[in-house]
């Protein structure tokens, strides 16, 4: 799934999706699939269960942006040749349509460049079945940022 991506980044990514679809909270409620990991793209296939609906019973777009965020921040990793920490400098969402629960989604990310100290990002979220666009975006992300120092309180 990984053969042309650099070893070490390889294993983080292995690493990364076992921890998200298995240790984190929020996508293992999804049940996150990854259907693609390769050099500067990704995409994954997830339900988008009931209770992340709004009063009109609708997927809230809060949980469209973590997926995007998550999926897009996933990929720049993918386009690295040694692994780095990344913040999200900014990501721009246009959300298109609606989604009822009970739906599966895929999120598909490209890093289309890394340039310096910066990696960018755009891709979509479908609704699997019919293809029906949910939201486009596009992000950029900072490669190298300095968490807080060991030990330090935030």
């Known amino acids: ?37 390769g050099r500067g793209k990704a995409t994954f296939v997830m339900d988008l269960p009931e209770a992340f609906t709004d009063e009109h019973d609708v997927i809230h777009g809060g949980l469209m942006t973590i997926i995007i965020d998550s999926i897009f921040g996933l990929t720049v990793f993918t386009a690295l040749e040694e692994l780095k920490p990344i913040a999200t400098i900014n990501l721009r969402i246009d959300y298109i349509a609606n989604a009822k629960a009970g739906a599966r989604a895929v999120c598909a990310a490209h890093c289309i460049a890394v340039n310096d100290d910066v990696a960018y990002v755009s891709g979509d979220l479908k609704i699997e079945d019919s293809g029906r666009l949910l939201a486009t975006a596009a992000g950029a992300f900072m490669v190298g940022t300095r968490g807080p120092a060991k030990g330090s309180r935030l």
Do not use: V
């Open 1 to 37: 799934m990984t053969s042309d991506i650099h070893p070490s980044i390889g294993a983080m990514l292995n690493n990364a999706r076992d921890w998200l679809t298995h240790e984190h909270s929020l996508f293992q409620s999804l049940n996150l699939e990854p259907a693609l990991l």
